[in-house]
């Protein structure tokens, strides 16, 4: 199917037809005349009746009155109509037309208007007014969107005219970050239903694996795949009946069937046709099967001693739940039916560890140092922090100046890694956001292993935010790409043997035999000691660069050749936050990639 289907009113369009057709390549051009390249039609009309629900976009290139003539007969509703976008022929202005976002028709006219250099049109309410999109949100994130109101427009027509709102936020996830650190000003951030007070309120937004009572005003529930749904039954159950007890059930406890993620159960019951009933009866999601070996080792609240005796584990539905939900929270507890002497079952229902609004740790590359060189998530972890612990002899105290009002800034410096745990885990216990800072990418000598250890013992949540390593900074300082085309395609990140022994197969001459281009962390202080190593197989000749606080206001950088290396870092006194680099790629001009060879061809260049 043509995904999307550009369609023109006049030849003379042809020429911004075909450009944007190069960066959308599943797109089709129709016009009247006879041109290599397009298809040709007989009338817009007919075009248009033809493509109007097989494609998912059309794009006009000329008049409005054309475009809006020709798409009214075919509109039905803005959940099943095409994204409809129009150009005028000038190529100045990109209209976003019809189905703005459920369609799409907002992001086309926007990624059509950067490819054109014209202006995208958007006249969606909520666009215009930085609001949420309430209607394309739930499919971004991958929740399931229900209304409590006839037609989901009358809680967004709340939204977008600013009406009191109220944002329950009862799990965690990359979704309910955004929505925290986006959320207008009409609106006021709940965690807990209980502390809603609902008069105050015309409009609910509730993120929640439940449901919960109407109390006379319209809600808008965005369910998140998040429960884990663990099964047990008797040898050869009879599936009948079960699924429809199943979902009564599971309602009747407030809990959404749509946010279950996934079925589980033991290898002993996967011929088991209750499974394949519920898989099918909640739209053919995932099923898990584990071993008893795999199940043994997790503790749940209601063991069975006759289901050890057949099983060897003690646990079936609980057991596997906990499982597929990364050892998350047990919200529903065993649950068993016996619905006939044949058809005997077992239930229950966990929450998967990472989306359990709790205390947690998020680890954050800083990057090398520049503030603006942290990433744009990284920056909004140190926004929302409760607590930044950053590493200060190496992480430029400015990364902290854009935490919150109220939040705890400490330098890690001068603690021991005890003292360190100590405090993020006095904060964690809380229920608190913690940002732990480290240089460049935490990754990377970053030593965060022994951290995560102390995490993983007292299973806390925690998580891992990239950063701009050093090396790319000294890559970009030294205007150098650090591989060359069938010259060196390898970069060696490595370090000297100082107080921390180096493994007898990593010693710095053994590396050296590659003559890539190493990048030498943590050993300007025993620089005597990596010059003469690198030079029992580099050539004395080889160039070299000291690189000191790359991206500080106070970075320096001295080049030279691999022979005269110690002088150089003695001389300029160079000693902690100094980035050695070798090899002949850098400042290299020579040879050539076949990426961009009119030779090579490949699948976006024919």
């Given amino acids: 199917m043509t995904k999307t289907a550009i369609i023109l009113t006049s030849e003379s369009s042809l020429g911004l037809a075909q450009t944007i057709k190069k960066d959308l390549p599943n797109a089709r051009i129709y016009t009247k005349a006879e041109i290599e390249g397009t298809v040709q039609i007989t009338s817009i009309n007919e075009c248009v009746e033809e493509l109007f629900t097989k494609v998912g976009s059309l794009v006009f290139i000329g008049a409005m ?15 099943t109509d095409p994204a409809v976008v129009n150009i005028d022929s000038t190529g100045k202005y990109v209209v976003s037309v019809l189905s703005g976002h459920v369609g799409g028709a907002n992001d086309l006219s926007k990624q059509i208007a950067n490819i054109i250099g014209g202006e995208a049109v ?6 215009n007014t930085n609001l949420w999109a309430l209607d394309t949100i739930g499919q971004k994130y991958g929740w399931e969107t229900v209304t409590n109101t006839a037609n989901l427009n009358y809680p967004l027509t ?22 925290e650190r986006t959320a207008p000003d009409h609106i006021d951030v709940y965690y807990k239903y209980e502390d809603i007070k609902l008069h105050k309120y015309e409009l609910l937004i509730a993120v929640t694996p439940y449901l919960y009572p109407d109390a006379g005003i319209q809600i808008i529930y965005y369910h998140p795949k998040v429960l884990h749904l663990g099964v047990g039954c008797r040898k050869d159950c ?28 033991i290898d002993l019951k996967k011929d088991e046709a209750l499974l394949n009933d519920i898989q099918a009866y909640l739209k053919n999601i995932p099923v898990n099967i584990y071993s008893a070996d795999e199940l043994k080792d997790i503790e ?29 929270l047990l919200i529903l507890e065993k649950q068993k039916a016996v619905l006939s002497p044949s058809n005997d079952f077992t239930f229950a229902i966990a929450m998967d560890r990472e989306a359990i609004r709790q205390g947690h740790i998020e680890i954050v590359g800083a990057g090398p140092g520049d503030p603006d060189l942290i990433s744009v998530k990284g920056r909004y972890f140190l926004e929302a922090a409760d607590l930044i612990l950053y590493a200060g002899s190496l992480v430029p105290v400015e990364l902290t100046y854009c935490a919150k009002q109220g939040a705890v800034v400490r330098s890690s410096a001068s603690m021991d890694l005890e003292e360190q745990f100590s405090i993020m885990k006095e904060f964690y216990d809380k229920g608190k956001l913690v940002v732990r800072l480290h240089t460049g990418d935490p990754c990377i000598y970053g030593a965060i292993q022994e951290q995560m250890a102390f995490f993983d013992e007292y299973k806390m949540s925690y998580h891992i935010t990239p950063g701009i390593s050093s090396f790319l900074a000294a890559a970009a300082a030294l205007e150098s790409q ?23 197969k990593e010693k710095l001459h053994l590396l050296a035999q590659s003559q890539s281009t190493m990048c030498i962390f943590l050993s300007a202080t025993i620089v005597d000691q990596v010059q003469e190593e690198l030079l029992v197989h580099y050539p004395p000749a080889t160039p070299v660069a000291a690189c000191y606080k790359l991206t500080w206001k106070d970075e320096r950088i001295y080049r030279g050749e691999l ?3 110690a002088k150089i870092i003695k001389e300029n006194n160079l000693t902690l936050t100094t980035m050695i680099v070798v090899g ?18 490949h699948l976006f260049r024919k």
């Fill in 65 to 79: 009155g054309i475009c809006v003539r020709s798409i009214a007969p075919y509109i039905v509703d803005k959940y």
């Fill in 122 to 127: 958007i006249t969606t309410q909520s666009d």
């Fill in 158 to 179: 709340s939204f977008v005219n600013k009406k009191p709102t109220a944002l329950l936020l009862d799990i965690n996830d990359e979704g309910t970050t955004y929505l």
């Fill in 238 to 265: 009879d599936p009948k009946g079960i699924t429809d007890y199943l979902a009564a059930e599971i309602k009747g406890l407030n809990i959404a069937m749509s946010s279950i993620k996934d079925i589980s159960s």
């Fill in 300 to 328: 749940v609240p209601n063991p069975s001693q006759k289901v050890k005796e057949v099983t060897t584990v003690s646990s079936v539905s609980e057991a596997t739940a906990i499982k597929s939900a990364n050892g998350g």
């Fill in 482 to 504: 650090f591989t060359i085309p069938e010259k060196v395609q390898t970069i060696i990140l490595t370090r000297g043997e100082g107080r921390t022994p180096m493994p007898e």
């Fill in 563 to 565: 022979k005269d290396l």
């Fill in 584 to 601: 002949d790629a850098i400042g290299n001009r020579e040879g050539l990639s076949k990426l961009y060879s009119n030779q090579f061809k």
